[in-house]
């Protein structure tokens, strides 16, 4: 079973750059599946932020972005504010038979 | 702008079927462009995507692995609304189920819906 890896925290300072990354347990992530990213914060639903790897959703603050680094998928957040501090997952099309699989999130910390 | 309005019971029994209802407004049910998906979470097992349907000149359904034999996600074409149906539950399936659309990302989640397992 293919399983997705994220950091399970972060912590970043006001203003600062934070990359979070979504990688596979074997192979690497790839335009072809579809990275997604996602925010949530406690009670409510997961809010997208990120997909197909760098589309920002509409609404989604100029400085989230996604990219590919290496092997992994990745969400930057430049000049992080207060209000980042959330739980952040990625979900990656992992093909006809596994579908979509999440991974873990991670929980980041602005202080 | 999709909203997506989820009823249905928030206690199961095991062995029981476990039946929700999302409501779409702003979209089709039988859109060519977008699909129906369940996805729940719960603290072991994290977030899962649980199974769509979607029509394009006729309808289709898939799911995932872990509860394919289990599930069903049916479209209501007169109501435009979407269902899902899992049946024999245990108290793993005591999670948040959420409606969401999507294609290859999910950009409009329901507002999820506590369902526990007990008896």
């Known amino acids: 079973q293919t399983v997705v890896t994220q950091e399970p925290s972060f912590s970043v300072s006001p203003g600062g750059t934070v990359t979070l990354t979504c990688g596979l347990s074997s192979g690497a992530v790839s335009n072809s599946h579809y990275p997604s990213w996602y925010q949530q914060t406690p009670g409510q639903a997961p809010h997208t932020l990120i997909y197909s790897t760098t589309t920002r959703s509409s609404g989604v603050p100029d400085r989230f972005s996604g990219s590919i680094l290496g092997n992994k998928a990745a969400l930057t957040i430049t000049g992080a504010q207060a209000d980042d501090e959330s739980h952040y997952y990625c979900v990656l099309f992992l093909g006809s038979v596994f579908r979509w699989v999440f991974g873990g999130g991670t929980k980041l910390t602005v202080l | 702008q999709v909203q997506l309005q989820q009823s249905g019971p928030g206690l199961v029994k095991p062995s029981q079927t476990l039946s929700l209802t999302c409501a779409i407004s702003?979209?089709?049910?039988?859109?060519?462009?977008?699909?129906w998906n369940w996805i729940r979470q719960s603290p072991s097992r994290g977030l899962e995507w649980l199974g769509r349907?979607?029509?394009?000149?006729?309808?289709?359904?898939e799911y995932a692995l872990s509860v394919k034999s289990r599930i069903t996600v049916n479209p209501d074409t007169s109501k435009n609304q979407v269902s899902l149906h899992l049946n024999s539950v245990t108290p793993e399936d005591t999670a948040v189920y959420y409606c969401?659309?999507?294609?290859?990302?999910?950009?409009?989640w329901g507002q999820g819906t506590l369902v526990t397992v007990s008896s």
């Open positions: 349907t979607f029509y394009r000149s006729k309808w289709y359904n």
């Open positions: 702003g979209d089709s049910v039988s859109s060519n462009t977008a699909a």
């Open positions: 969401v659309r999507g294609g290859y990302h999910f950009d409009y």
